[in-house]
């Protein structure tokens, strides 16, 4: 019994370590953040060079047009602007594209539709067909639910000037933060992404990565670092590192916005997450031994870059200390000759607080938008770790297939094109109609925390009970509105 005892410290104390390290590196970016004084020189435009923007798109009736019309608008040169419409589309998506690239084709503008026989490396393979044929010197990429604003090009491309600078990468804006409570929890969170994570690291000279989309590559960056590679989901920031890697300086801009749509619906979110997380995993696997091996590299970088690239880690933390949560409940109910092993590991709650200002931080420096009154903030941080806390079983699963190399296709999260309050999905042809299984797990584990709930005033212990409640209540959440979006209710 002892044994088992021992074991399930070492293992329930190795997630809370590695939380623990993961938080204090965000309250580190969040003080230099917090701290930091903005001296940046913006440089002006001295020229036009060859551009090409890049436009992937598989299967998107609902936002193929707007996208297009956006693009179409940018201010610059004609005669220095290529589109590239890297159409893998199997539907009406298709005839759509056809008829609005026509119709500015006859307007005098550059662009041109380029298909593929089969989807061999889905969007890394489509970037990678494109690139051999692209006229560009520098290669701009927007994703079907974004919306460049006119002078992308023009606020992206001083910047290359420094012959040393690979990428400039744009803050995400959101069309549709307010649309219903899943687009503002998504927004809180990506908010801090962008404006912490992302500049503190560039600010700091440590690695960033490019989001995928809303940045722009110099296009001899992509060839020095290997081309796109499709052996990950998340091929830029697979590309990212290797670039990196290779010397390449990235320029991150937080005052430059980039609007763009969230995925309204549950089942939609955890596709996306599925995804980033599974290639999350892929490219720490393919990538953090060679940072590790880097001699050139400073400790400093190689810490953030390691923590960077192993973010994902925090789901299989997060659910294996939660399920672990009531035994450990159960074992200082009964043992008491371990209490003191209890005594240390509540060292560990100040992981909550350094999460907790990381993300009052970004919610104060939230650019283009009234930041969050304090009151709000307190509301919306612990449901915002609630709901996520609940996405922590169908995230840690795919971080742990990451880690096992066990490869699945790439699938492309489900648009709306949800703008006003009103705006519907009801009918959307791309969301899944049938529920993960996963989702009953879901509903099990909310039970699980539900009883261990009970538990702790059975014991008189009510030391985890913020974190049964958060848990609970979040894979609660999760779960139920897993099943009311399939019928396009909010």
């Given at each position: 019994?002892?044994?088992?005892?021992?074991?399930?410290?070492?293992?329930?104390?190795?997630?809370?370590?590695?939380?623990?390290?993961?938080?204090?590196?965000?309250?580190?970016?969040?003080?230099?953040?917090?701290?930091?004084?903005?001296?940046?020189?913006?440089?002006?435009?001295?020229?036009?060079?060859?551009?090409?923007?890049?436009?992937?798109?598989?299967?998107?009736?609902?936002?193929?047009?707007r996208l297009i019309r956006a693009v179409a608008k940018l201010d610059y040169p004609t005669d220095q602007l290529e589109i590239q419409v890297l159409d893998d589309s199997t539907d009406e998506t298709i005839?759509?594209?056809?008829?609005?690239?026509?119709?500015?084709?006859?307007?005098?503008?550059?662009?041109?539709?380029?298909?593929?026989?089969?989807?061999?490396g889905f969007k890394a393979g489509a970037l990678a067909h494109g690139l051999t044929r692209c006229e560009g010197k520098f290669v701009a990429i927007?994703?079907?639910?974004?919306?460049?604003?006119?002078?992308?090009?023009?606020?992206?491309?001083?910047?290359?000037?420094?012959?040393?600078?690979?990428?400039?990468?744009?803050?995400?804006?959101?069309?549709?933060?307010?649309?219903?409570?899943?687009?503002?929890?998504?927004?809180?969170?990506?908010?801090?992404?962008?404006?912490?994570?992302?500049?503190?690291?560039?600010?700091?000279?440590?690695?960033?990565?490019?989001?995928?989309?809303?940045?722009v590559w110099r296009k001899e960056t992509i060839e020095d670092a290997g081309g796109w590679q499709s052996d990950t989901l998340t091929e830029d920031l697979d590309l990212s590192y290797r670039a990196q890697l290779k010397g390449w300086k990235f320029k991150y801009l937080k005052d430059q916005g980039t609007p763009a749509e969230l995925p309204a619906a549950m089942n939609a979110l955890k596709t996306q997450q599925y995804r980033w997380t599974k290639g999350g995993a892929?490219?720490?696997?393919?990538?953090?031994?060679?940072?590790?091996?880097?001699?050139?590299?400073?400790?400093?970088?190689?810490?953030?870059?390691?923590?960077?690239?192993?973010n994902t880690l925090v789901f299989v933390c997060i659910l294996l200390t939660g399920v672990l949560s009531?035994?450990?409940?159960?074992?200082?109910?009964?043992?008491?000759?371990?209490?003191?092993?209890?005594?240390?590991?509540?060292?560990?709650t100040i992981s909550l607080f350094f999460l907790a200002f990381f993300y009052w931080v970004s919610s104060r420096d939230q650019a283009g938008s009234k930041p969050l009154s304090f009151i709000q903030y307190l509301i919306?941080?612990?449901?915002?770790?609630?709901?996520?806390?609940?996405?922590?079983?169908?995230?840690?699963?795919a971080v742990l297939e990451g880690?096992?190399?066990?490869?699945?296709?790439?699938?492309?999260?489900?648009?709306?094109n949800l703008v006003e309050e009103g705006d519907s999905w009801k009918g959307n042809k791309y969301l899944r109609k049938n529920v993960n299984p996963l989702t009953y797990w879901e509903i099990l584990l909310s039970g699980y925390f539900i009883v261990s709930i009970?538990?702790?005033?059975?014991?008189?212990?009510?030391?985890?009970?913020?974190?049964?409640l958060m848990l609970g209540g979040g894979f609660l959440m999760v779960a139920v509105f897993s099943f009311r979006h399939r019928s396009g209710r909010v």
């Amino acid at each position: 019994m002892h044994v088992l005892i021992w074991f399930l410290f070492f293992l329930y104390g190795a997630m809370l370590l590695f939380i623990f390290l993961y938080s204090s590196v965000q309250f580190y970016l969040a003080l230099k953040h917090y701290f930091k004084k903005s001296n940046d020189q913006v440089p002006e435009l001295t020229s036009f060079p060859k551009v090409t923007v890049q436009l992937p798109i598989y299967n998107e009736k609902y936002v193929v047009e707007r996208l297009i019309r956006a693009v179409a608008k940018l201010d610059y040169p004609t005669d220095q602007l290529e589109i590239q419409v890297l159409d893998d589309s199997t539907d009406e998506t298709i005839d759509l594209i056809n008829d609005i690239v026509q119709q500015f084709r006859n307007e005098g503008n550059n662009i041109v539709v380029v298909r593929r026989e089969n989807r061999t490396g889905f969007k890394a393979g489509a970037l990678a067909h494109g690139l051999t044929r692209c006229e560009g010197k520098f290669v701009a990429i927007f994703d079907a639910d974004f919306i460049p604003k006119s002078d992308f090009l023009l606020k992206t491309l001083p910047y290359f000037q420094d012959k040393n600078i690979g990428l400039v990468q744009t803050r995400w804006e959101h069309i549709n933060k307010n649309y219903n409570w899943l687009t503002q929890l998504q927004a809180f969170g990506l908010d801090a992404h962008f404006s912490v994570e992302q500049d503190g690291r560039n600010s700091q000279g440590h690695f960033i990565n490019f989001n995928g989309t809303a940045g722009v590559w110099r296009k001899e960056t992509i060839e020095d670092a290997g081309g796109w590679q499709s052996d990950t989901l998340t091929e830029d920031l697979d590309l990212s590192y290797r670039a990196q890697l290779k010397g390449w300086k990235f320029k991150y801009l937080k005052d430059q916005g980039t609007p763009a749509e969230l995925p309204a619906a549950m089942n939609a979110l955890k596709t996306q997450q599925y995804r980033w997380t599974k290639g999350g995993a892929e490219c720490a696997v393919k990538n953090l031994p060679p940072v590790l091996r880097q001699k050139e590299l400073p400790w400093s970088t190689k810490v953030h870059a390691s923590f960077h690239l192993l973010n994902t880690l925090v789901f299989v933390c997060i659910l294996l200390t939660g399920v672990l949560s009531l035994p450990m409940l159960l074992i200082k109910g009964n043992f008491e000759q371990y209490d003191f092993i209890f005594e240390v590991a509540s060292i560990f709650t100040i992981s909550l607080f350094f999460l907790a200002f990381f993300y009052w931080v970004s919610s104060r420096d939230q650019a283009g938008s009234k930041p969050l009154s304090f009151i709000q903030y307190l509301i919306r941080f612990p449901f915002f770790m609630s709901v996520y806390m609940g996405l922590s079983l169908h995230n840690a699963i795919a971080v742990l297939e990451g880690y096992l190399g066990r490869k699945t296709s790439f699938v492309r999260t489900p648009k709306f094109n949800l703008v006003e309050e009103g705006d519907s999905w009801k009918g959307n042809k791309y969301l899944r109609k049938n529920v993960n299984p996963l989702t009953y797990w879901e509903i099990l584990l909310s039970g699980y925390f539900i009883v261990s709930i009970a538990i702790g005033f059975q014991y008189n212990d009510l030391g985890l009970l913020p974190f049964h409640l958060m848990l609970g209540g979040g894979f609660l959440m999760v779960a139920v509105f897993s099943f009311r979006h399939r019928s396009g209710r909010v």
